[in-house]
């Protein structure tokens, strides 16, 4: 005997059918402006958040900012304050802590629900999200301890960390900022042809020229690969180079002898601040990580201690030698 097909019982009403089609068709737009903000009618300081959004990676935050931004009544500084919430949430939890993908994000699912139907504001949200942050502060940057360790143990350092590029165009914009001229573009940045170089280990990895050999005469192969891979000694370029340079001394960097090559004193913000330097010692990087990690703990709102810090920076190395 044929089973008799099941029937399909709509819980819905025409009027509800049509209420619930018709919010579906207005929140696509929303949807689509969390893609491409430049295409957005919302204020500058708003599409720069949701632009930073999209270059660290989104992930399950998009329903939620779709629907913040939904929330046209909401004023401009409340969705602000949930996209910084939301970004600074990202960069600790997973970029710094390298929590499980999925970390709550069922919760946020549920509070893009409850946004879409005004049953709770964007500051509540907000609040909520940098609560969660600040309790799991501590953990994250354990995490991100043992995550760095890892990779100088295998010979990448900091070079090896998947947000570098994120956290290096941010320092820059921030100079940027300052100096009200932005150098460093993000596509060109993150798009290097083959053989080109967008972030330069000052001191290379393998060091051949006799600078090189000179300036890092004390110290063991290992500790100079180590030292190679510290936060400090990482620089984002104006523009890409030929791999082939990146062996020259420290101030055919900052002057080039190769024709038509640009070197660091007319390159990015970041290559300026770098060619002040008179020469590139392992105190340099030190006193540059130190500073970059300076502007990580004010940009995301995070402490890391003194002890935490060497570790990051690999200070023990310089006391040892």
Known sequence: MTEPEPQIVSRLAPKELSEYIHSLKSLAKYWYYSFFPEDSPFSAEEKLWIDRLNRIGIGSFRPLVAAA???????????????????????????????????????????????????????SVAEEIISTVNTNESSAKIGFLSKISRLYDN???????????????????????????????????????????????????????????????EYSDETIKFLSGSLGNLLPLDKSINSSLQNDSFEDKKYPKTAGQRGY??????????????????????????????????????????????ELLLNRLLIVN
Request: proline share 1%; with cysteine; net charge neutral.
């Open 69 to 123: 931004l939904s929330r046209e009544t909401a004023s401009a500084k409340d969705r602000i304050s949930l996209l910084k919430a939301i970004e600074r949430f990202i960069f600790v939890s997973f970029r710094i802590g390298g929590f499980q993908a999925n970390y709550q994000n069922s919760v946020y699912y549920r509070r893009s629900r409850e946004v879409l139907s005004g049953s709770v504001s964007l500051a």
């Open 265 to 310: 004193t007319h390159g990015s913000h970041s290559e300026i601040e770098v060619a002040q330097y008179e020469d590139w010692t392992a105190e340099a990087i030190l006193d540059r990580g130190k500073k970059l990690l300076t502007f990580m703990e004010k940009r995301w709102g995070i402490t890391f201690s003194c002890e935490q810090k060497d």
């Open 155 to 217: 010979g990448q350092g900091f070079y090896g960390w998947n947000s570098l590029r994120y956290f290096l165009y941010e320092y820059e914009y921030d100079i940027g900022e300052m100096n009200r001229l932005h150098k460093l573009n993000w596509s060109i940045f993150t798009t290097a042809e083959k053989d080109k170089v967008t972030i330069e280990h000052i001191l290379p990895q393998t060091p051949s020229k006799q600078y090189w050999k000179d300036t890092f005469a």
